[in-house]
């Protein structure tokens, strides 16, 4: 398969070229080694796609002509992680590999129980860490469309959420499983993760009375980061999107 590279600029069309500048340059003539008359695609995250071959290479410059141009529509209805904040790599490892199964929107929740805070400067700092792992995964999966991570979410911005989408939330404990869930017909489906220590009671209180469903995998308990990527598949399949 063909590599793939994100630019902020895709307007160009058939015949027209591409300039390949500053890190994907770098990772395209340094890292992955492309060479002209390689066919490669190229895409702006927002929908457009480009398939085009390398015409020149440069470690700081990789040319592209451009062959056909398409434009992949948004989904119908968007997938959401809400993520708990996790310690060491966990949240992160949740957020890339939930970013290669297709997930449209990540959102870090400061849960009660998480140990991880982000709070000052280091919210827009872990923001900037989960935009990067989202380009990387999205590039990776070749994807059209590259998932917004939106500002860091308290559990009352969740629960007024809720109210305008279906929003399911991951708890061990919940006698209703994913696989039988209601996803409704319209509206973003809101995945809700927990942390390390599992979503306080006072938490899945705030967002059942706001709407959200309570939902299990299975009869096992799992980490923080395959539970969203684990629920993600489920509802794919449920949606028809695989």
């Not at 959420?161 to 991951?170: G, H």
């Not at 209601?182 to 927990?194: H, S």
């Amino acid at each position: 398969m063909a590599l793939h590279f994100l630019v902020d600029d895709a307007g160009a069309r058939p015949g027209e070229t591409v300039v390949l500048t500053g890190a994907e340059a770098h990772h395209a003539a340094s890292v992955r080694r492309v060479r002209p008359g390689e066919q490669v695609t190229v895409g702006d995250g927002r929908g457009t796609w480009l398939a085009g071959v390398v015409d020149s290479t440069q470690p700081r410059e990789v040319i592209v002509r451009i062959t056909a141009r398409d434009e992949v529509p948004p989904p119908r209805r968007r997938l959401v992680l809400a993520q708990a904040l996790a310690k060491g790599d966990r949240d992160e490892l949740a957020v890339q590999a939930a970013t290669e199964l297709g997930i449209d929107e990540v959102v870090p929740w400061q849960a009660a129980r998480s140990v991880s805070r982000w709070e000052g400067p280091k919210a827009e700092k872990g923001r900037q860490r989960w935009r990067s792992i989202v380009r990387e995964a999205a590039k990776q999966a070749h994807r059209a469309w590259m998932p917004e991570v939106t500002p860091p979410a308290s559990t009352a911005a969740l629960a007024a959420r809720a109210a305008a989408s279906r929003m399911l939330v991951l708890e061990p404990t919940a006698t209703a499983s994913l696989s039988g869930a209601d996803l409704g017909e319209d509206g973003d489906i809101v995945l809700v993760v927990g942390p390390e220590g599992g979503i306080a009671p006072e938490e899945l209180a705030q967002l059942a009375d706001a709407g959200a469903a309570a939902v299990r995998l299975g009869d096992t308990v799992l980490r923080t980061s395959t539970a969203g990527p684990a629920a993600l598949a489920v509802v794919s399949v449920l949606l028809g999107r695989w």
